[in-house]
């Protein structure tokens, strides 16, 4: 079974720039989720999906980060523009429905400069 | 509000020693608790989970946690240290039956010498 996939795996960018994170999930995992983890911090979530709709962006910083999954799979994270305290590990999860555990993709390290 | 302290940032053992990572959670609904394991620059791997059934609970690679009500705790050990343990560990909660994402405590990192 193939996990969760995400590209890219860095990235480098300077301040007020955008950039975009896609994340494949592992097939039939209704459930998505997108954390931040700032270095020396546990991922904290960003915003969470079931299918395509949106179940949690409570703590998505929507002035400037955006997240859409459409067909209920593939989903993409952007943030324009980016702010020096973006930088930070972008950590996609999928889960599947009735089950517990969430699967996590190796990550996006993104460095604003 | 749920939230997980992790005591130590860092943990630093002998190879063949006792591992021994703290956690302490507040929830004000029984919680669903899992430890992750996160090694340098991947994504992080599912050790073990607690979800109501037996309070002792074992996992991968001879990790066990025990989930103690009455401390609010849910320690992760293993017996005999292994070089290959070294890695970041994160105390995560949930409480699935709002529909809720993990919390995670700020991870502790385990350092085994030889």
């Known amino acids: 079974e193939a996990g969760v996939a995400q590209s890219p795996r860095y990235k480098i960018i300077e301040k007020r720039q955008s950039v975009a994170f896609w994340c494949n999930p592992i097939?039939?995992?209704?459930?998505l989720y997108w954390y931040q983890q700032i270095l020396g911090q546990g991922p904290k979530l960003l915003i969470q999906?079931?299918?395509?709709?949106?179940?949690?962006d409570s703590q998505l910083p929507k002035d400037r980060f955006s997240a859409e999954r459409l067909k209920g799979v593939d989903s993409t994270l952007k943030i324009q523009p980016a702010k020096l305290e973006d930088s930070a590990v972008y950590l996609c999860?999928?889960?599947?429905?009735?089950?517990?555990?969430?699967?996590f993709g190796p990550g996006t390290r993104l460095t604003v400069t | 509000a749920q939230s997980v302290t992790q005591l130590g940032s860092h943990v630093s053992v002998s190879e063949g020693a006792l591992v021994l990572l703290r956690c302490n959670y507040s929830?004000?609904?029984?919680?669903?608790l899992f430890w992750y394991v996160q090694y340098p620059n991947q994504g992080l791997q599912l050790l073990l989970k607690?979800?109501?059934?037996?309070?002792l609970v074992k996992g991968i690679n001879g990790f066990e946690a025990e989930f103690k009500k009455s401390e609010t705790s849910f320690h992760l050990t293993k017996p005999s240290a292994h070089m290959s343990d070294a890695a970041e560990y994160f105390c995560?909660?949930?409480?699935?039956?709002?529909?809720?994402?993990?919390?995670f405590g700020k991870g502790t990192t385990l350092s085994v010498s030889s």
């Open positions: 999860a999928s889960r599947y429905q009735g089950f517990d555990e969430q699967y």
């Open positions: 097939s039939g995992h209704a459930t």
């Open positions: 999906f079931q299918n395509n709709g949106v179940v949690d």
């Open positions: 929830s004000s609904v029984p919680p669903y």
């Open positions: 607690y979800t109501s059934a037996a309070t």
């Open positions: 995560a909660v949930s409480d699935y039956s709002a529909g809720t994402a993990l919390i």
